[in-house]
């Protein structure tokens, strides 16, 4: 399910799928994504490449697009690949560049940037 919030500039992704289930934060404000996969119980944070990223208003619609029209090509489909490295617990610091919605979503969990 995705959730938009326009107000605050924030998307929601919760993808329910038994052992590859996850929750994304696309914090437009903050220009940063999180990933939350519950099988690695980690985070996963990235910051928002324009290039790549779709605008929050382009995103309802691709979301539209791809329920009604199954198999809608679009060359904005993003695919992420994390190198597993060093993880951070984090910290006021990186809580306050992230903003409180990922910092919910992220709390207590290793952090991979």
Same mark, same amino acid.
């Given at each position: 399910t995705?959730?938009?919030d326009n107000?605050?500039?924030i998307v929601e992704v919760h993808v329910r799928s038994g052992v590859y289930?996850?929750?994304t934060i696309f914090d437009y404000s903050r220009g940063y994504i999180a990933t939350r996969? +519950?099988?690695r119980n980690a985070c996963f944070i990235m910051?928002?490449?324009k290039k790549y990223i779709p605008e929050l208003q382009e995103i309802g619609r691709l979301a +539209?697009?791809?329920?009604?029209?199954?198999t809608v090509y679009s060359p904005k489909n993003v695919w992420a690949q994390f190198q597993s490295g060093h993880s951070? +617990?984090?910290d006021i610091k990186e809580w306050l560049l992230y903003g409180k919605p990922i910092e919910q979503l992220c709390a207590g969990l290793p952090l991979y940037q």
């Open positions: 995705m959730t938009i107000k605050d500039n289930s996850s929750d996969l +519950f099988s910051k928002i490449n +539209f697009e791809r329920k009604t029209m199954k951070v +617990f984090g």
